[in-house]
T-cell receptor
């Protein structure tokens, strides 16, 4: 099955700086890569996703890049704000519509 | 718009007791439904998924089971809970044939 690795496990950034989280996947058939944000005690929320026919996607301060050859994808958050503090999960999915999740990255934005 | 409900929100159960968690989705038909478990400080583990009534696929061998008695209802059960069953149980749905999954509010289960 699919194996997704996520790094780093924790990330502390100064407010206004950028944050980058990286994930690798093992199954070359995977074609859908979402990112979820989970605040303490809450449900994961889908914040952005990318499909295998696209190399980059942006939505305001967040962007995701995909390198299918290297089988890795990344989440970029620019101009970080305190409300960006949360746990972020990457995931990968193939044609069976099941998601395999990374272990998560705890992001702390220092004021 | 679509809405997903889970209950109860929190549950404290003794070891060896039975379990029944319920998930319902409103505003869509024939969704794919998923049960995940999240241990404290950990990632999301897919337990079961269903593409239709009575169709359940198990991802992880365990003492849990799932059922889908109605199109938009998904139930997670156990006959005898173990301490290791403690965690945050999340139900998710997606439109059939579409990748995007959306999570319910979750049930926090503590087995004592």
């Amino acid at each position: 099955g699919e194996n997704v690795e996520q790094h780093p496990s924790t990330l502390s950034v100064q407010e206004g700086d950028s944050a980058v989280i990286k994930c690798t996947y093992s199954d070359s058939a995977s074609n859908y890569f979402p990112w979820y944000k989970q605040e303490l005690g809450k449900r994961p929320q889908l914040i952005i996703d990318i499909r295998s026919n696209v190399g980059e996607k942006k939505d305001q301060r967040i962007a995701v890049t995909l390198n299918k050859t290297a089988k890795h994808f990344s989440l970029h958050i620019t101009e970080t704000q305190p409300e960006d503090s949360a746990v972020y999960f990457c995931a990968a999915s193939g044609g069976d519509y099941k998601l395999s999740f990374g272990a998560g990255t705890t992001v702390t934005v220092r004021a | 718009s679509q809405t997903i409900h889970q209950w109860p929100a929190t549950l404290v159960q003794p070891v060896g007791s039975p379990l029944s968690l319920e998930c319902t989705v409103e505003g869509t038909s024939n969704p794919n439904l998923y049960w995940y478990r999240q241990a404290a400080g950990r990632g999301l583990q897919l337990l079961f998924y269903s593409v239709g009534i009575g169709q359940i696929s198990s991802e992880v061998p365990q003492n849990l089971s799932a059922s889908r008695p109605q199109d938009r209802q998904f139930i997670l059960s156990s006959k005898k809970l173990l301490l290791s069953d403690s965690g945050f149980y999340l139900c998710a749905w997606s439109v059939s044939g579409v990748n995007e999954q959306y999570f319910g509010p979750g049930t926090r289960l503590t087995v004592t």
